[in-house]
């Protein structure tokens, strides 16, 4: 469900999806309690985030003093560079403002700063809040806005799904803190899996499995109404390189003898692990099934990451886009072609381009690969190959 959400998502390059506030607060309680100092006078850029919608700006001002930043600058991205189906809708704090202007409004991107108690109300909130227009349209690629990144401690963001792969490499590019949102399935990206498996970026603390449920403001494209918000679930997840607890939290797992015995997973349980067809390593279907004494190298799904803890394991690769260098595939299927579960042929051949993680079965449930002497496998879903680390 959650995978065809973001397909639509991709095709209609729908990027108006909303945080809500208790998913900002709930991840940002996770980085305090690993380090009530995280945000000390430090500055916070908060890019691509309409600060009249979205609640990350919300949040930062609410928390400001309790937090002991230095500086929040949050920039929006204009109404006419979106290329969105609905109407632009001034908010009240514009149009109370002399310096308003319809077409600037709609043209130019905004910047909003706080610092200090700048109306001497005893307090830092919302009304210490200044906006201006910014020269350009806020694009996070723009000189300016590089400018604000340079200028930041930490970027913190959910920013568009279809410029993802751009937008990590512009936070790359100056080696910046960042906590951000991304789709699960970008974790095997060839721009993106290398620094996951170089433990420069990993999972934030909310847990993977439901997704994430957003405000749409695209009212062909809704999930469910709550609370008269239309909500979106895409399969979305923080991304980081802050620490925090969970990431040092061992998983606790069985023995390969004692999954085999008594796994709650019925593939494993009296079966055992199967290897692969073309890579040296076993098939882990669940996280939770990782053998504790296993030495070899393991197949995990990628939902793995969100329970990675880099003192235990090591990642090695992962089966897409020639991310496994360091597991090698050691089979082409030239001579194979694909059949639904039916046996209809699909037109497609297994092919040099097949480097899934393959199984020589027919769970009688998938399409399967069959050669010219019968030899069916069936490919696995993506794959991380890991193993544990030997202190
Ligand atoms: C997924 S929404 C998130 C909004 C907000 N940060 C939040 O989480 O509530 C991404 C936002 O980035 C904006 N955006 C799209 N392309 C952009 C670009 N090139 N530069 C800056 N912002 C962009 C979109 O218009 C959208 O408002």
Request: aromatic letters at 14%; one cysteine or more.
């Amino acid at each position: 469900m959650a995978n065809t959400n973001l397909g639509k998502a991709k095709s209609a390059k729908n990027d108006e999806f909303y945080t809500q506030y208790a998913d900002i607060q709930n991840e940002i309680n996770a980085y305090i309690d690993y380090n009530p100092d995280v945000f000390k006078d430090k500055t916070i850029l908060l890019p691509c985030d309409d600060p009249e919608w979205s609640n990350f700006t919300k949040f930062f001002v609410n928390n400001f003093e309790r937090y002991g930043l230095k500086k929040l600058i949050s920039t929006s991205y204009a109404y006419n560079s979106k290329k969105v189906s609905f109407d632009y809708q001034p908010t009240l704090f514009e149009t109370v403002d002399s310096r308003f202007e319809i077409t600037k409004s709609k043209e130019r991107g905004k910047i909003f700063t706080l610092t200090k108690d700048e109306n001497n109300d005893g307090k830092i909130d919302e009304k210490d809040l200044k906006w201006d227009y910014l020269e350009g349209d806020g694009d996070f690629r723009s000189d300016e806005i590089k400018k604000l990144r340079d200028e930041a401690d930490i970027i913190i963001t959910n920013p568009p799904f279809s410029l993802f792969r751009e937008f990590v490499a512009w936070i790359f590019d100056v080696k910046k803190e960042f906590l951000i949102i991304g789709n699960k399935n970008c974790v095997t990206y060839k721009e993106i899996f290398p620094l996951l498996k170089d433990n420069e970026m990993w999972s934030g603390r909310t847990d993977w499995s439901g997704g994430l449920w957003f405000e749409t403001r695209n009212e062909n494209d809704v999930d469910k109404v709550i609370c008269g918000k239309n909500m979106k679930n895409v399969s979305s997840v923080w991304f980081t390189n802050l620490e925090h607890g969970k990431r040092h939290q061992p998983m606790k797992l069985m023995t390969m003898e004692d999954n085999i015995k008594f796994s709650k997973h019925k593939e494993i349980q009296n079966i055992g692990y199967k290897k692969y067809d073309n890579y040296e390593a076993i098939e882990i279907p669940f996280t939770d099934a990782i053998p504790s004494d296993y030495k070899g190298i393991m197949g995990v799904p990628i939902t793995f990451l969100d329970k990675y803890n880099p003192e235990q394991f090591i990642i090695l690769g992962a089966t897409q886009r020639g991310c496994h260098d360091e597991v090698p595939d050691t089979k082409k299927y030239d001579d194979y072609w694909e059949c639904k579960p039916n046996g209809e042929k699909t037109g497609s051949s297994g092919g040099k381009t097949n480097e899934n993680a393959n199984l020589v079965q027919n769970d009688g449930k998938k399409n399967y690969f069959v050669n010219t002497e019968g030899r069916i496998i069936q490919s696995a879903y993506q794959r991380l190959f890991i193993k544990h680390k030997e202190n």
